[in-house]
């Protein structure tokens, strides 16, 4: 979740300094900001989505298997876990492409 946060975070900063002009002290901020590659950090939230469904997954044909090492509340926490953050992913999704159809529909 982690990545997903600091993606949103950026695209906020990004937002902002668009909304307010290309100042100075704006560009120097990006500039000393960690420079991460977006389709990267894009890459990474969406492998941390796969990892966790994959692992509710596993638990749950763990319980249905019948390993008394795992219980019902730990099948149902990673579910939900997991489904609580592919939603996630899916409004960052959807952010993103507001975003860049609202770029595209802005006239130079």
């Given amino acids: 979740m982690n990545d997903i946060d600091l993606m949103v975070n950026q695209l906020r900063a990004v937002a902002a300094q668009a909304g307010a002009g290309t100042s100075v002290a704006a560009t120097n901020a990006?500039?000393?900001?960690?420079?991460q590659d977006f389709a990267a950090l894009l890459q990474s939230a969406v492998d941390e989505v796969n990892n966790t469904q994959q692992g509710a997954r596993q638990l749950t044909r763990q319980f249905e298997a019948?390993?008394?090492?795992?219980n019902l509340q730990?099948?149902?926490l990673s579910l939900q876990k997991a489904s609580?953050?592919?939603?996630?992913?899916?409004?960052?999704r959807n952010k993103l492409v507001s975003a860049y159809q609202e770029?595209?529909?802005m006239q130079v």
């Fill in 30 to 35: 990006a500039t000393q900001a960690p420079s």
């Fill in 66 to 70: 019948g390993n008394a090492e795992v």
């Fill in 74 to 76: 730990d099948v149902v």
């Fill in 84 to 92: 609580l953050s592919f939603q996630t992913m899916v409004q960052v």
């Fill in 103 to 105: 770029v595209m529909n």
